[in-house]
């Protein structure tokens, strides 16, 4: 995973193995720092802003990064899953996944559902991650973000 941003209580990744190929608009995962907050019910009240303010400002910023990259996302779709810890026996944490929707999708073809099945499949084998230059643009547009009034701490009531 290659880091794009992080916030007190989260890490923001691109996805080395993405659900959605770059080309079909791609793949960002924000997870909890602390693994031991499996679902959105454990937050406290400033976590579930802070996950809140980064979702909007991080599905935001994808959709303007790729299409600056001339891949024409017209949709972002928010998943908070964790199923698949359970295959592992596991115990599942808080992460939501941040999919970019492209008008020109191939393999996950706009407006159908995200296609998620198990890894072990071959679905996503050519599947390709963010590339250096998107996750560049996208943390700029997420650091910029961060910078207005409107997403200011003080906006969102977090300091």
Do not use: C
């Amino acid at each position: 995973m290659v880091l794009i941003y992080e916030t007190e209580n989260y890490i923001v990744e691109s996805h080395e193995k993405p659900f959605v190929s770059r080309i079909d608009g791609g793949h960002i995962r924000i997870k909890v720092k602390d693994t031991s907050i499996t679902d959105r019910t454990k937050l406290t009240q400033k976590q579930a802003i802070e996950l809140m303010r980064l979702t909007i400002v991080v599905g935001d910023s994808l959709e303007k990064g790729m299409n600056k990259q001339n891949i024409p996302v017209v949709k972002i779709n928010y998943e908070d899953l964790g199923n698949w810890a359970f295959k592992r026996n596991e115990s599942p944490y808080l992460h939501i996944h941040v999919f970019g929707r492209s008008k020109d999708a191939k393999k996950q073809v706009f407006p159908e559902a995200v296609y998620l099945p198990d890894r072990s499949s071959g679905f996503y084998d050519d599947f390709e991650p963010l590339n250096d230059e998107d996750i560049k643009i996208i943390k700029y547009l997420i650091e910029s973000s961060f910078q207005t009034d409107e997403n200011s701490d003080a906006s969102w009531g977090l300091s």
